[in-house]
């Protein structure tokens, strides 16, 4: 099989399978169209308006809005080669290097959904970046359970920081998701029905930033203690984007008698500013 056959087929499946319909991802404002060069360029909007009610001076002073420039540059994501021997091609039983390619596009989806679930998820809490605590009995863990007056909490903190109604959705971690289902079977199975509660679009992944219950901080990318959380956020509020996308099928006969494949994909996800994002942690017991 030629390299750009490979290639070829790779570009495919990306579009077919990075955004799946049951990906949270594709709750993201799509911003593909805006990276050149792998960098995206926003411009941060400056302050609201001044409002006067029942104005009685005139002229009205006029003051000017300073937006500034934001450049984000997309991350680079690589998979290791997968070695594809001729003999294997040509032997097995179905397509393996279709296989090896598939393998490396969903691996590919799952590592930058953990960018995008960690980039989104506060670093603290704020009013625009509600970041709350469960609420619940002892898991048996040593963590608090999720309780749904806890999302009824999640809601009233975005209602007060006057975030969008529309678009609302959050992405729970596994725990939380069993904590609902044990709570109230009935009420979880409407809710998984419905694929909505309390105005959150509801999603589960399994690989959500871990928080630190004594200060409520967010701890680092990949760490390996720390509390689970879910998070949440307005669509209109965070965005993804994808720059280039390579596959190599390397012919290397001399000493690999076969391919070496690999792949590598330029995506960023996160919010467009501190606002509209909020996480709720597995406080402890």
């Known amino acids: 099989m030629a390299a750009s056959v490979f290639v070829a087929f790779f570009a495919n499946i990306i579009l077919e399978l990075f955004y799946p319909d049951s990906s949270f991802l594709n709750e993201l404002t799509d911003m593909d169209e805006f990276s050149r060069y792998n960098k995206i ?10 409002v006067v009610e029942n104005n009685t001076t005139w002229p009205l002073t006029p003051a000017q809005r300073t937006d ?3 450049e ?14 001729n003999v294997e091609e040509l032997e097995t039983n179905y397509k393996k290097a279709e296989s ?7 691996t590919l989806r799952t590592k930058c959904s953990e960018s995008a679930a960690y980039n989104i998820a506060p670093a603290s809490h704020t009013a625009e970046t509600p970041v709350l605590k469960t609420t619940g009995a002892n898991r048996g863990d040593g963590t608090k359970a ?6 009824t909490e999640l809601s009233l903190a975005f209602d007060n920081a006057e975030f969008p109604q529309e678009g609302r959705v959050i992405v729970l971690c596994p725990e939380h998701k069993t904590d609902l289902k044990n709570a109230n079977m ?3 199975k409407a809710m998984m029905t419905d694929k909505e509660i309390d105005g959150f679009k509801i999603y589960t992944f399994t690989r959500n930033a871990k928080y630190n219950p004594a200060t409520g901080e967010k701890l680092p990318k990949g760490a390996l203690t720390g509390n689970k959380s879910s998070f949440a956020f307005c669509k209109s509020g965070v965005m993804r984007s994808m720059g280039d996308k390579t596959a190599k099928a390397e012919e290397r006969f001399a000493d690999y008698r076969g391919w070496l494949l690999g792949a590598q994909i330029r995506f960023v996800a996160l919010p467009f500013r ?3 994002v909020a996480s709720i942690y597995s406080d402890a017991a």
Not at 72 to 85: E, G, M, N, R
Not at 100 to 106: F, G, I, R
């Open 100 to 106: 090896v390619l598939k393998q490396h596009v969903d």
């Open 146 to 151: 999720l309780r749904y007056e806890d999302i």
């Open 274 to 276: 501190a606002k509209c």
């Open 68 to 70: 500034e420039g934001i």
């Open 186 to 188: 009935k009420l979880y």
């Open 72 to 85: 984000i540059p997309l991350a680079t994501f690589d998979t290791k080669p997968t070695h594809v021997t």
């Open 41 to 50: 360029n926003l411009s941060e909007v400056g302050a609201d308006p001044e």
